[in-house]
């Protein structure tokens, strides 16, 4: 009887460990098919932003932070061919041997590439030819998905997330590039509309101070930049309940606020010297009143939008001159979870924190351990999101960060005081 069992019992845990291996496999096969819907809507969704563009816009890059929209376009495609296909498709062989130096953006270990400021110079493959080069990438991935492990399925959400990324980045630098032509001509009609409704007064939401925790811990998906979650302490403070407005910004400019240096940070001082700032990027004086150039074209400050495209240097100036402060990234999470900051997802909201890793965080190796850990430095974090971040895309732990004196980006300020 005990041989019988213990027969019994070994057939049961078999019995046990062969569902548990199927579910496994129907989860994960779940998983394949719901990344691969996933990608095939975020490529899509990138054509569609491209699809109001001329080949002729889609070619010539403003600066040297910006990219063209075909650049755009092919070094999306060029992630999913570097870090799903090579690795994994049997007898992977590039669409194109030239493409890898052309669409590398900054991965050093993955090879020599084009300098950044000449991207607007690559006039071949042209827009067609990058049409073509996506469908074949896209095509591959999609037969290639079903068979992929967890590993690869795992890199494959970090390229959809990395598409939606430039998908905002497309946005931003086509607004620059036909900003700079004559004609102020409109992406399209509608594009970034006024606000309908009046914008709710200014409140300040007061937080306890204390012991709190901030960074990702999932589930789901989020960059290696947004963890590991760790324990943070915080001053008791306040913050404001939405955004600065374009009229609280005018008042700034009419009260001299570029051209007092006391409000200033040094470096921002120089900068507006240096660049002739006298108002956000994209504000123009016509007829003695100023008018801001949008998606939609040219129109008037609306005094109730939220302002954006303001750098750091000037979200500070404004903070000082309001007799109050940017909030720190830790604060501005707690706040965020707390749910007392109306208004979030206009703009991106510049924070005073550097750009740091949280305690604990390491980067992934290889390659793609190059996506956020090496631009740790010099950089300041901004928090929330803004009305051309994709659907989604954004949550309370996103880290976005530039440069202090980037404005092309949709970035705004919230305020913070203490008590």
Same mark, same amino acid.
């Given at each position: 009887?005990?041989?019988?069992? %213990?027969?019994?019992?070994? &057939?049961?845990? %078999?019995?046990?460990?062969?569902?548990?291996?199927?579910?496994?496999?129907?989860?994960?096969?779940?998983?394949?098919?719901?990344?691969?819907?996933?990608?095939?809507?975020?490529?899509?969704?990138?054509?569609?932003?491209?699809?109001?563009? @001329?080949?002729?816009?889609?070619?010539?890059?403003?600066?040297?932070?910006?990219?063209?929209?075909?650049?755009?376009?092919?070094?999306?495609?060029?992630?999913?061919?570097?870090?799903?296909?090579?690795?994994?498709?049997?007898?992977?062989?590039?669409?194109?041997?030239?493409?890898?130096?052309?669409?590398? @953006?900054?991965?050093?270990?993955?090879?020599?590439?084009?300098? !950044?400021?000449?991207?607007?110079?690559?006039?071949?493959? %042209?827009?067609?030819?990058?049409?073509?080069?996506?469908?074949?990438?896209?095509?591959?991935?999609?037969?290639?998905?079903?068979?992929?492990?967890?590993?690869?399925?795992?890199?494959?959400?970090?390229?959809?997330?990395?598409?939606?990324?430039?998908?905002?980045?497309?946005?931003?630098?086509?607004?620059?590039?036909?900003?700079?032509?004559?004609?102020?001509?409109?992406?399209?009609?509608?594009?970034?509309?006024?606000?309908?409704?009046?914008?709710?007064?200014?409140?300040?939401?007061?937080?306890?101070?204390?012991?709190?925790?901030?960074?990702?811990?999932?589930?789901?998906?989020?960059?290696?930049?947004?963890?590991?979650?760790?324990?943070?302490?915080?001053?008791?403070?306040?913050?404001? &309940?939405?955004?600065?407005?374009?009229?609280?910004?005018?008042?700034?400019?009419?009260?001299?606020?570029?051209?007092?240096?006391?409000?200033?940070? &040094?470096?921002?001082?120089?900068?507006?010297?240096?660049?002739?700032?006298?108002?956000?990027?994209?504000?123009? !004086?016509?007829?003695?009143?100023?008018?801001?150039?949008?998606?939609?074209?040219?129109?008037?400050?609306?005094?109730?939008?939220?302002?954006?495209?303001?750098?750091?240097?000037?979200?500070?100036?404004?903070?000082?001159? %309001?007799?109050? !402060?940017?909030?720190?990234?830790?604060?501005?999470?707690?706040?965020?979870?707390?749910?007392?900051?109306?208004?979030?997802?206009?703009?991106?909201?510049?924070? !005073?924190?550097?750009?740091?890793?949280?305690?604990?965080?390491?980067?992934?190796?290889?390659?793609?351990?190059?996506?956020?850990?090496?631009?740790?430095?010099?950089?300041?974090?901004?928090?929330?999101?803004?009305?051309?971040?994709?659907?989604?895309?954004?949550?309370?732990?996103?880290?976005?960060?530039?440069?202090?004196?980037?404005?092309?980006?949709? @970035?705004?300020?919230?305020?913070?005081?203490?008590?």
């Amino acid at each position: 009887m005990a041989g019988a069992a %213990s027969t019994f019992g070994v &057939s049961a845990m %078999s019995k046990h460990g062969a569902r548990a291996a199927h579910v496994a496999h129907e989860e994960h096969a779940e998983r394949a098919r719901s990344l691969a819907a996933r990608f095939a809507a975020v490529r899509r969704a990138t054509e569609a932003l491209a699809a109001p563009l @001329s080949p002729e816009d889609m070619q010539v890059q403003s600066m040297p932070d910006a990219s063209p929209a075909k650049w755009h376009l092919a070094h999306t495609t060029w992630f999913f061919e570097t870090f799903v296909l090579a690795p994994h498709e049997p007898g992977f062989a590039p669409v194109h041997p030239r493409y890898g130096y052309l669409f590398n @953006s900054y991965y050093e270990a993955a090879g020599p590439r084009h300098p !950044r400021p000449q991207r607007g110079l690559v006039t071949r493959p %042209s827009v067609a030819e990058v049409g073509a080069y996506r469908a074949k990438v896209e095509a591959r991935v999609l037969a290639l998905l079903p068979r992929l492990d967890a590993a690869a399925l795992d890199v494959v959400e970090l390229g959809i997330a990395h598409e939606e990324q430039h998908q905002e980045l497309l946005v931003t630098d086509v607004k620059h590039l036909l900003a700079q032509s004559p004609l102020r001509p409109a992406y399209a009609e509608g594009a970034e509309p006024p606000p309908r409704e009046p914008a709710p007064p200014l409140r300040f939401a007061a937080i306890e101070g204390g012991v709190r925790e901030i960074g990702n811990a999932g589930p789901g998906f989020a960059f290696d930049n947004e963890g590991p979650r760790h324990r943070v302490w915080l001053d008791p403070f306040a913050i404001g &309940s939405r955004p600065a407005t374009c009229g609280e910004w005018r008042a700034f400019v009419e009260d001299d606020g570029y051209r007092r240096p006391e409000l200033w940070l &040094s470096d921002g001082w120089a900068a507006v010297q240096a660049r002739g700032w006298e108002a956000p990027l994209y504000w123009e !004086r016509r007829d003695g009143r100023w008018a801001e150039f949008t998606l939609g074209g040219m129109r008037e400050v609306h005094t109730e939008a939220t302002v954006r495209h303001v750098s750091l240097y000037e979200a500070d100036a404004f903070a000082r001159w %309001s007799d109050a !402060r940017l909030p720190g990234e830790a604060e501005w999470e707690v706040a965020a979870a707390a749910g007392a900051l109306d208004g979030r997802g206009e703009v991106w909201e510049w924070t !005073r924190s550097a750009y740091a890793p949280y305690p604990g965080y390491v980067p992934a190796g290889g390659a793609l351990g190059e996506y956020n850990g090496k631009f740790m430095c010099s950089q300041l974090v901004l928090r929330g999101g803004s009305s051309v971040t994709p659907p989604g895309h954004a949550r309370i732990t996103y880290r976005n960060f530039f440069y202090p004196d980037a404005r092309w980006q949709l @970035s705004g300020v919230r305020l913070a005081r203490d008590p």
